[in-house]
């Protein structure tokens, strides 16, 4: 019976399972795939009490990180007297999961117990392929990382469906849960300035957030951090609002200005305590962005629709690893030939389930935390009803952009508008948000115009415009059912923008593959090359590049003449801009590295300057 007695601080009474909403199947509607969050397969609230002294589990080591680790491998010994082969292990945090965390948007009257919060992730019993079907005992290992609060481990019957909670383990914790990690770098709204933001679990009232910082090897000086959080009743809807939401800690950041160009900086995280004592992160380094226009090499990463993954195998019903760890594997090993990434929405997935944004920060870590990580908004940040998204889907899982707008920075002067303009060096990069209007006479359209025609060709040649949905080109199945192959009214109003401001690569992700067209206008090819483009191009390159991680998206049947290359695969792209004539298009496969697709495109200013159709600037026969 201690069991018993143990559980009942960890159930309450669910007014009627209705009150969760649609939080049991929130899927995306990324043309072609499905964009399930694997914890949404849990039906955690109707979880029944079934606790027995014959079935146990323990976790260790009891406290984590002894070293500073941020990152930790636990083990989890467990046996059952009654071992089924659905049987499964939640990892859950706060340890506590209990009923003062539960959130009731309905305000039913019938009741039935439950558990209220989703686990973090998720085992099979039988995940190592033991003997736990014969002996009842098994052991698997978790891989944790410091998300602010303590964990514990419990052990259910009875599938997914229909989980049925057989035994509680201890509870295991890092010896700093509080500790600043998982720094994610981003440019500032000028060349010379770059912003840290990184999470914690310290308020303004228990610390003092600041980088220490400065050329490496020199003095360092101190730059203030600002503090933001959100609250439960932020979130749009369920899950995000119930079985979803976790406590997100306190997310910082800081702005680093007056960058020396091309320069190698040092840095670390710290927060002053109350009573005078620092806690300090590990040192983390970065190179300052070229000054703007500045001849020498620089290298771009860009892709979409990553998601994160599990190193330890966990909630693998949906199969991220191969794509999401690949990428973010290749990135990492690559990271010293790296300048600046952009990720160009549908960044974790998380659909609702609020502890995944933590687990992706840390999985992006060794190349956020050295290079700007650029992000843009993708349905699954943004979408849902009634909130002003240009789309009423789901995606989101009740996030409407809170996360995506807090997690990471962005140089926009409203960032709930997520549309922005960045430079780096001879690139000018114009990211736009498909999930608000961007039809001619939007707010939108008219920054997307500005953004375009801002740039200095001359001292910035390489001109680019990215975004989520494919509001160019793209061959996947769904786009090609009306014969459009385009996002609906996708790029009817911009089409003529990037043609009168001679845009040279516009990137899209959503659809989960990779696909380049030849340099198009009005659905025409208007360059047969394919392979180098040299002297006046006439018309923009469009790029698919969605194969980050996520499900891969079919392709249609029929492969439009403008469709030069185009990999059912999860993959990304590398710009490498030589000079402000040479500039080298590789598309790299996630699983090796190596390169299946890559272009070329030479020129000159005057090139540049010449007259393209619809591209031309008026002139008079004035004298």
Known sequence: MKHVFLILGLLVIFHGAAAFGHFNSVVGSS???????????????????????SASIKATPLVLGIKGEDTEWVDVDFENDKPGDDDWIGVFSPAKFSASNCYDENNRKDQ?????????????????????????????????INQREDFSFALFAGGLSNPKLVAVSNSIAFANPKAPLYPRLAQGKSWDEITVTWTSGYN???????????WKGQKQKRSPAGTLTFERKSMCGSPARTVGWRDPGFIHTSFLKDLWPNTVYTY??????????????????????PYPGQDSLQRVIIFGDMGKAERDGSNEYSNYQPGSLNTTDQLIRD??????????????????????WDQFTAQVEPIASTVPYMIASGNHERDWPGTGSFYGTLDSGGECGVLAETMFYVPAENRAKFWYSTDYGMFHFCIADTEHDWREGSEQYKFIEDCLASADRRKQPWLIFAAHRVLGYSSNKWYGLDGSFEEPMGRESLQKLWQKYKVDIAFFGHVHNYERTCPIYQNQCVNSERSHYSGIVNGTIHVVVGGGGSHLSEFSSVTPSWSLYRDYDFGFVKLT???????????KKSSDGKVYDSFTISRDYKDVLACVHDGCEATTLAT
């Open 31 to 53: 043309a072609g795939a499905i964009g399930e969050q694997p914890l949404s397969k849990i039906a955690i609230h109707k979880t029944k009490l079934a606790l027995r002294d």
């Open 112 to 144: 039935a117990p439950y558990i209220c919060s989703s686990p973090i992730k998720y085992k099979f019993a039988n995940f190592s392929k033991s003997h736990y079907m014969k002996t009842g005992k098994a052991y698997l290992k978790f891989q944790l």
């Open 204 to 214: 303004i009232d228990e610390a003092i957030p600041f980088v220490e910082w400065g």
């Open 268 to 289: 670390k995280l710290g927060h002053l305590l109350r009573n005078g004592s620092y806690i300090w992160s590990k040192m983390y380094s970065f190179r300052s962005s």
């Open 335 to 356: 990271v010293k030939n790296i300048d600046i990434v952009f990720h160009i929405g549908d960044i974790t997935y998380s659909n609702g389930y609020i502890s995944q």
């Open 577 to 587: 801009a030589f000079n402000h004539s040479s500039l080298l298009f590789e598309y």
